[in-house]
């Protein structure tokens, strides 16, 4: 069964750069039929969508943070990681990381966000 | 960026049905999912590729996708269902995923 841990800093301070690892059990990071995600939740508040790679190379990112962000990951490992730089209060979330099962790499793009790790609480201030 | 609508709160006694909208523009040309959220859990998907059910998802959950508005069906809704629902989908404009706002659903 499909396991996915986030390990974060937890608290950091403005300016910081987040750094943020997604270990997964279960599966292979390297696999073509899976992409890797982030999803943010900010406290009492929505999903927002952060970024997705494949093992293939593909990276995408939520174009409001795109110039802070680098997806990566690491198939010795079987880990990927996130780095949001310059970090304010409003970074302040449970970060999840998630796999999505792809269907179709499109177009059209068909998939979905099948398993999805417990999360990490990120609070950001000074 | 693109956007996808959600009513923030829907109420629907136990036994009856509960239908969430989700409105983005040309949403039916995209595929939208579904996913619950219970307080203090992390999502799960209950709807995929529009109207598709994952294993273990119950007959209860469906969905259409069409014109500029996907919408969740929940039949005979329980008190279990009680949660948060976002719909989400892939823009292939912006090359992003979006979430929907967020519904509320609570069973009165």
């Known amino acids: ?126 | 960026s693109y956007e996808l609508t959600q009513p923030p709160s829907v109420s629907v006694s136990p036994g009856q049905t509960a239908n969430i909208a989700c409105s983005g523009d040309g949403l039916g040309n995209k595929y939208a999912s579904w996913y619950q959220q219970r307080p203090g859990h992390s999502p799960v998907v209950v709807i995929y590729e529009d109207t598709k059910r994952p294993s273990g998802i119950p007959e209860r959950f469906s969905a259409s996708n069409s014109g500029n508005t996907a919408t969740l069906t929940i039949s005979g809704t329980q008190a279990m269902d009680e949660a948060d629902y976002y719909c989400q989908a892939w823009d292939s404009d912006t090359a992003s995923y979006v979430f929907g706002t967020g519904t509320k659903v609570t069973v009165l």
């Open chain 1, 1 to 126: 069964q499909l396991q996915l841990q986030e390990s974060g800093p937890g608290l950091m301070k403005p300016s910081e750069t987040l750094s943020l690892t997604c270990s997964v059990s279960g599966g292979s990071i390297s696999s073509s039929r899976y992409f890797w995600g982030w999803i943010r939740q900010p406290p009492g508040k929505g999903l927002e969508w952060i970024a997705t790679f494949s093992s293939t190379g593909l990276t995408y990112y939520n174009p409001s943070l795109k110039s802070r962000l680098t997806i990566s990951g690491d198939t010795s490992k079987n880990q990927y990681y996130l780095k949001l730089r310059s970090v304010t209060a409003a970074d302040s979330a449970i970060y999840h990381c998630a796999r999505h099962t792809i269907i179709s790499a499109g177009p059209p793009r068909i998939d979905f966000l099948d398993s999805w790790g417990q999360g990490t609480l990120v609070t950001v201030s000074s």
